[in-house]
């Protein structure tokens, strides 16, 4: 059972800033893709591999409905990764994640469903991430300059500018959110311990460091599951979530979930969490 946190909890003034932030992670894989592709001897021209194909497809086309900038996402082949930044505060943004992964989570396995493939399974975890920034690469700020150059010289009118412009690539590029992160570490093996781990099936399953109390009637779900990855020293335990009904007013009474704050006291052991990231930031 997860251990209750205090509820008088400090003030958080709004716009301050720590060297860490509260993350909070969906990591879902689909499952079977990988066989497939093996079967088909990772041969694109391959007959059999053209189902699995069309099938990463369909699947990379649910993922960019279900996405925006409060709701944004990676994919990598097979597997995507949606994440945030939890709010101090407040439980609007948890509520918002939750049910955001829990329609996409649903989406893609009724797709799969009608396809008769196996489905997606997805964990939701929380962690702790480091600070970052998108890097700066010279060498493809001097693509930009070369259209500036260009344009300004009349060798290209605005729309070439424009389409050009929007068709170049970075040589380098990386999605800072997701960069020393431990939400998506623990979201990602956890997922890919699968049967093994405790975690079967095309099933959705949720940290409950964001649950006040792990025993809580909201979201349904079964009992919980205590997870452990001995190699990382990792362990957490996690809800299989059966369905996710709305909240109309999260910010209430209520809320079953935490506010970031409160997710942060719980994974590091300590009320006063809020004085150990600010010292951290010193």
């Known amino acids: 059972m997860a251990t209750k946190v205090p509820q008088n909890n400090p003030p958080v003034a709004k716009g301050n800033r720590f060297p860490f932030q509260v993350s909070i992670v969906a990591w879902g894989d689909l499952l079977g893709y990988g066989r497939k592709i093996a079967e088909a001897g990772f041969n694109p021209l391959d007959e059999r591999a053209k189902t699995s194909i069309i099938r990463m497809r369909e699947f990379h086309r649910v993922v960019a409905e279900h996405s925006n900038r409060h709701f944004p996402s990676l994919v990598i082949n097979d597997g995507v990764a949606a994440y945030r930044d939890l709010s101090l505060r407040g439980r609007s943004i948890s509520h918002d994640f939750l049910e955001r992964s829990w329609e996409l989570f649903s989406a893609i396995n009724e797709l799969e469903a009608k ?35 260009r344009f300004r010289d009349g060798q290209l009118t605005a729309e070439q500018a424009i389409r050009e412009a929007s068709t170049a690539r970075p040589s380098f590029d990386v ?12 979201a990602y093996v956890a997922e890919s311990s699968g049967r093994s781990g405790g975690l079967p099936g095309p099933n959705f399953y949720l940290d409950t460091a964001l649950l006040l109390d792990s025993t809580c009637a909201w979201p349904s779900g079964g009992s919980g599951i205590m997870w452990r990855d001995n190699t990382l020293g ?23 979930l935490r506010t970031g704050l409160e997710v942060a006291q719980f994974l590091a052991g300590d009320v006063d969490v809020l004085n150990a990231l600010s010292l951290a930031s010193k």
Not at 121 to 137: D, L, S, T
């Open 234 to 256: 990792l362990d957490t335990e996690f809800r299989r979530v059966s369905n996710l009904p709305k909240i109309k007013h999260p910010e209430g009474g209520a809320s079953e």
């Open 175 to 186: 999605v800072p959110q997701l960069q020393a992160n431990f939400a998506f570490t623990k």
């Open 115 to 149: 396809r008769g493939d196996p489905g997606i399974r997805m964990v939701v975890a929380c962690g702790f991430r480091m600070r970052g920034r998108r890097a700066k690469v010279e060498n493809d700020h001097s693509k930009v300059n070369s259209i500036l150059y």
